[in-house]
């Protein structure tokens, strides 16, 4: 049994009441989307901006209700919990955000942060609660003293760490890491990285880490899953998807990260795409890629394609695979 299991999730925004307050119109945020993690493992989640991979991670983290699906975390179905029942689970997902300042309450300290998620599970009181709360600064990297600051004497990095030790504190077993270095500074995103992967192999956490950097998502992911447009596209392997991608969105993404060797720089091919992205509010009922896919056919602007294992673990939706 998987860790997670989502199925058919999807998330719409209500953009407008319609007549006599029914809602119209819908920002398809995420739209069908089916994927599992296995326990201690990384799935990668890319692509490009607005295509729903935050919205995704906060859904199954249930920041947001889901409209249609279902989220089940080690067999237990959550997606229709109330506030109440979902305290338990609280405690084994947590989320790191993307951005560490805005993450962070600038009226508490370092101290108040991490340590009010071990006040509302009920984990520690008095010492022991405070030698909790120095124990975790430590292991990412902060000093004791750092728990009496505030967010705002922080470096990017520092903040980041923060955020780190607030979810690691209660001891989850699965973390959302929703962009966790696209603020940082490239030496910085490295270290965040390696801690992470330090944690996962200590502790053994399962993540789903959320970025758009498709070297830094290729190092630390097990298997990794394109996104465009609210669905998933691809879902393979991390070294099957870099060395054979299927979708043409995927080796679009794969061809725009930059080579570090000159030679084979010049000798590489970028792709480029054209046409326009449909909207989230009216997306089309066939595939919806077809506007700027290069291999689009008249069949693509019929049917949408399926979303199917065409390699034993690698999954594609296109006709022509």
């Known amino acids: 049994m998987p860790l997670l299991d989502v199925r058919n999730l999807k998330k719409y925004f209500p953009l407008k009441r319609g007549l006599f307050g029914s809602r119209a119109n819908f920002v398809k945020a995420v739209d ?11 799935l990668g989640l890319v692509g490009e901006s607005g295509c729903g991979k935050t919205t995704v991670g906060r859904t199954i983290a249930r920041l947001y209700d889901p409209s249609e699906g279902s989220i089940r975390y080690d067999g237990t179905d959550i997606s229709h919990m109330t506030q109440r029942e979902l305290v338990p689970f609280r405690r084994k997902i947590q989320m790191i955000f993307q951005d560490p300042f805005s993450s962070l309450d600038p009226r508490m300290t370092v101290g108040d942060i991490v340590g009010e998620a ?6 520690a009181t008095g010492q022991e609660r405070a030698e909790r709360i120095r124990s975790i600064l430590s292991s990412v990297g902060l000093s ?14 520092q903040r980041q760490r923060i955020g780190i030790a607030r979810a690691l504190v209660v001891e989850p077993s699965f973390i959302v890491c929703d962009e ?8 910085i ?10 944690f996962q192999e200590k502790f053994g956490l399962t993540y789903l880490f959320i970025a758009h950097d498709l070297s830094m998502v290729k190092h630390i992911s097990t298997r990794i899953g394109v996104m465009y447009l609210g669905s998933l596209v691809e879902l ?8 054979t991608p299927l979708h043409p969105y995927t080796k679009s993404l794969l061809s725009a990260i930059p080579i570090p060797d ?10 480029m795409l054209e046409g326009e992205v449909p909207s989230p509010i009216d997306t089309p009922p066939w595939c919806k890629f077809v506007s700027r896919c290069p291999q689009a056919r008249s069949i693509c602007g019929e049917d949408p394609p399926e979303f199917r294992e065409v390699a034993s673990g690698h999954f594609a939706a296109c006709h022509f695979i």
């Open 180 to 187: 966790p270095i696209s603020a940082l500074d490239v030496s």
């Open 118 to 123: 071990i006040d509302i599970h009920g984990l």
């Open 144 to 157: 004791d003293w750092h728990a009496n600051r505030y967010p705002h004497e922080f470096s990017g990095g």
């Open 262 to 271: 000159p030679i084979e720089a010049a000798n590489s091919r970028r792709i």
């Open 236 to 243: 393979a392997g991390s070294n099957d998807l870099y060395e």
């Open 189 to 198: 995103q490295a270290q965040i990285v390696n801690m992470l992967e330090d």
């Open 32 to 42: 069908d989307v089916s994927l599992s993690i296995e326990r201690g493992e990384t």
